[in-house]
């Protein structure tokens, strides 16, 4: 019925990671899909503002600190120096082999991707506007909202302020600050004081809660608390900003508590909106929250029954490892008309501090409130090999178990590659009812030296805490 009443089964609205999982499983399953994307090249937030720039800078970083304090490379008196523009560079070129890695997967998989900005004019109407001012009206059965988030932005903050920015307009800083105040301690406030830090930046990170990264467990936020001071991050906890002042020299800081701070720019942190304004979902009956997000059932599908929303439109996790996901069960949902599969319970966390931090399934605290008999086997880097051969040896790799059942009930780890490390014990705790055990990693043979050697390490830590 939809291919002779619409222009396409189905459109899906922004080209992130939760618009293209939707998108490739739509035309996979013989949709006629079209994107529409209002930048003018795909990849959405993630790719050109978000986790991709991100990461890759992070990379850049993590490497000069690598280099500059091994004795290998590093024989001169000075440091090797980059500034952020060296490493923007850097993080540009990967953008370009994502788009291009992306864009082919559109084109192979025949779905037009169309250039501008969606609205709804009705529940099976979209505006599509051109960046040349045309526009268009398109039909479809079915619709996507992917729209993304942005940086949340206070009004009392200008932000037209050359030396005021927030994660997006970061990425066009052209000079090299020798200080930064960053407003925010959430993981993109904690992400970026680690980028500058390592580049040799004077670092404020200025915290509205009383420890960082409260979702985290206790020990893995200390250890990132400490290790950024250690590396000359002042960190400043419960503090609410008052004022920010920008000057042709300076940026100004003012705290409710009267502290004042001054640097060269500001990087305010703080929250995202869901981009949901010029969608004119008013039109199709919905009504997003304070914060610009659509509510979905759990088949991600709104309130109006042709569309669908998924990835940080809808809230939490609000991340681009879960985004993909959830594109691809809201297509199967919008096919067969519901989705068996749902998002795991356990979403791992991978935070690309310096050092990494990975964690996932609960924190010793949600255990102890929970009155669950569990015991730690732990696991220091400075004790591993293959991390003595790389000179990685700040981490470790902490598991929490229950002492009679000896299921896994949590992984923390932080250090260089706790983001890859997490995803071994995470395959053993998703295992069903004895498949998720500390004897596995007891019993196995592992290569050696490895890093995932630390799990052998940790699970015969715990078992001599239990077995005495
Ligand atoms: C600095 C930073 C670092 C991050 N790091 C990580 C990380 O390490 N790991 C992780 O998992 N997550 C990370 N995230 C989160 C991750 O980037 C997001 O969760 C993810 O991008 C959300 O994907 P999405 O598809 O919902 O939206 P997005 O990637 O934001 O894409 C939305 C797209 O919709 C388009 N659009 C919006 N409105 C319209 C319209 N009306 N018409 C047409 N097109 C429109 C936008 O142009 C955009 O291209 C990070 C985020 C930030 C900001
Ligand atoms: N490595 C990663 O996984 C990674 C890295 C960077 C960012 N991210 C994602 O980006 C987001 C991080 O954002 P953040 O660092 O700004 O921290 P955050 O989301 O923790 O927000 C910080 C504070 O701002 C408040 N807030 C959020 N949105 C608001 C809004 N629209 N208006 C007013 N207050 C608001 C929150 O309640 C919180 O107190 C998260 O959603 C995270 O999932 C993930």
């Known amino acids: 019925m939809a291919k002779t009443?619409?222009?396409?089964?189905?459109?899906?609205?922004?080209?992130?990671?939760?618009?293209?999982?939707?998108?490739?499983?739509?035309?996979?399953?013989?949709?006629?899909?079209?994107?529409?994307?209002?930048h003018s090249s795909i990849g959405g937030g993630c790719t050109h503002w978000g986790t991709i720039p991100s990461k890759a800078l992070r990379h850049s970083v993590s490497r000069l600190i690598e280099f500059n304090a091994n004795p290998l490379f590093s024989r001169q008196d000075t440091p090797l120096h980059l500034k952020f523009s060296d490493i923007l560079d850097h993080s540009q070129s990967v953008i370009r082999r994502q788009i291009k890695l992306r864009g082919s997967f559109y084109e192979r998989n025949g779905v037009p991707v169309l250039h501008g900005e969606a609205s709804f004019k009705d529940k099976h109407t979209l505006k599509f506007v051109r960046?040349?001012?045309s526009s268009d009206d398109i039909t479809a059965a079915q619709f996507v909202i992917a729209t993304g988030s942005r940086p949340y932005r206070p009004k009392s903050i200008d932000f037209n302020h050359p030396r005021v920015y927030d994660s997006d307009t970061v990425l066009s800083l052209k000079h090299d600050p020798r200080s930064i105040i960053i407003v925010g301690a959430?993981?993109?406030g904690c992400e970026y004081a680690s980028i500058f830090r390592g580049l040799g930046v004077k670092v404020d990170l200025v915290n509205m809660r009383d420890r960082l990264l409260s979702f985290l467990d206790t020990e893995i936020s200390d250890a990132l608390s400490y290790h950024l001071r250690n590396s000359g991050v002042v960190i400043r906890h419960g503090e609410e900003f008052a004022k920010v002042e920008g000057f042709d020299d300076r940026v100004v800081l003012t705290t409710e508590s009267g502290k004042i701070m001054q640097a060269d720019c500001l990087l305010f942190a703080n929250g995202r909106s869901g981009n949901v304004e010029s969608l004119q979902v008013g039109n199709v009956d919905l009504q997003p929250n304070g914060r610009g997000q659509l509510e979905v059932d759990d088949n991600y599908r709104t309130s109006t029954d042709n569309i669908y929303a998924v990835g940080d439109i809808i809230g939490y996790p609000s991340l681009a490892s879960a985004a993909y996901d959830q594109g691809r069960f809201a297509a199967t949902a919008m096919i067969d008309g519901k989705c068996e599969k749902k998002l795991i319970t356990d979403i791992p966390t991978g935070i690309y501090t310096i050092p990494e931090i990975s964690s996932v399934g609960a924190t010793e605290e949600e255990l102890t409130a929970k009155k669950v008999p569990y015991e730690?086997?732990?696991?220091?880097?400075?004790?591993?090999?293959?991390?003595?051969?790389?000179?990685?040896?700040?981490?470790?790799?902490?598991?929490?178990?229950?002492?009679?059942?000896?299921?896994?009930?949590?992984?923390?780890?932080?250090?260089?590659?706790?983001?890859?490390?997490?995803?071994?014990?995470?395959?053993?705790?998703?295992?069903?009812?004895?498949?998720?055990?500390?004897?596995?990693?007891?019993?196995?043979?592992f290569n050696?030296?490895?890093?995932?050697?630390?799990?052998?390490?940790?699970a015969l830590n715990g078992i001599n805490r239990v077995d005495g």
């Open 5 to 38: 009443k619409y222009d396409y089964d189905a459109i899906v609205i922004g080209s992130g990671p939760a618009g293209e999982g939707a998108a490739m499983k739509l035309a996979k399953s013989g949709k006629r899909v079209a994107m529409i994307e209002r």
């Open 131 to 133: 960046d040349d001012g």
């Open 186 to 188: 959430g993981v993109i």
């Open 376 to 445: 730690v086997g732990r696991a220091q880097f400075k004790h591993l090999a293959r991390a003595q051969i790389a000179d990685t040896q700040v981490g470790c790799l902490k598991l929490l178990f229950h002492r009679e059942s000896r299921k896994i009930l949590g992984i923390h780890c932080f250090g260089e590659r706790a983001a890859e490390i997490i995803h071994i014990g995470q395959a053993i705790m998703e295992q069903k009812g004895k498949g998720n055990t500390l004897d596995y990693f007891i019993d196995t043979t």
């Open 448 to 458: 050696y030296p490895t890093m995932a050697e630390a799990y052998r390490v940790a």
